[in-house]
């Protein structure tokens, strides 16, 4: 309830871990959480899972970034494992995921926010624009 009053329309939420799970198991991420976060929270932004990844779920609109890969041991299965189950899912969740070092960069356009993942010499690997839902292309 506390979180619903304090966010304003088009919110984002950081926190360290993902929202739900990211493991091989369970490989699309479970960002839902049973529909309880105020829908004036459009994205969620996180770490802790060691690669880059942005899911969309269109049951409730709410998106999913992880941005884990700037350091530590990656999780090339894991990234490989939400490859293929977006590309499976039949819920229409939609969803990249990378296994490669490097960044991101974000910058705010004309109603939307371009999300550019960077390897470690600022080539781009991939670039996500999110006006409510992502699209990533490559």
Known sequence: AALGNMASPNAWLLTHRPLGQLDAVHAMPQIALDNRLPP?????????????????????????????????????????ALREQSRRDRTGARGKALAEFGFVTIEQTAG???????????????????????????
């Open 112 to 138: 939307s926010w371009t999300w550019i993942a960077r390897d470690v010499n600022g080539a781009v690997m991939t670039t996500c624009r999110f006006d409510g839902t992502a699209t990533c292309t490559p």
């Open 40 to 80: 004036a929270v459009q994205l969620v932004l996180s770490g802790h899972a060691h690669l880059f990844g942005v899911f969309t779920l269109p049951d409730n609109h709410l998106t999913q970034v992880v941005v884990g890969n700037s350091g530590a041991a990656l999780h090339p299965d894991l990234a490989q």
